[in-house]
């Protein structure tokens, strides 16, 4: 039995496993599952921080941020699956893609 086994419940690990799907994988772009997680969390924090000064610039940080952490944590708990530098890169894009999507549908209601 596995660490994540051990401390996982057996359903975390299968959505985990399920989001960790290729959709896109090649030396260039990576995109799975988890780009849609990362587009909605784009789009969910310009949403809280829109009306800062610059929410764009806010999300961005937060997003790159994150990424940081993940990268570091994936090196202390071994369950973690460990990122490659093009999937860091397009986690960071899609993020910037749902926050600029959310950017123009506010923009579009007023």
């Known amino acids: 039995m596995t660490i994540a086994e051990q401390i996982l419940p057996q359903f975390m690990i299968a959505f985990f496993d399920f989001l960790n799907i290729s ?10 599952l988890w780009s849609l997680i990362h587009f909605g969390f784009g789009a969910l924090i310009f949403y809280f921080v829109r009306k800062e000064k610059y929410p764009l610039l ?4 937060l997003l790159v941020l994150f990424e940081v ?31 600029f999507l959310m950017y123009l549908i506010l923009k579009l209601k007023k």
């Open 23 to 32: 959709i896109v994988d090649n030396s260039i772009i990576f995109l799975s």
């Open 58 to 61: 806010i999300v961005f940080e």
């Open 69 to 99: 952490f993940e990268f570091g944590i994936s090196y202390l708990v071994p369950i973690i699956l460990k990122e490659v530098w093009q999937d860091i890169v397009f986690d960071i894009i899609f993020g910037m893609f749902g926050a």
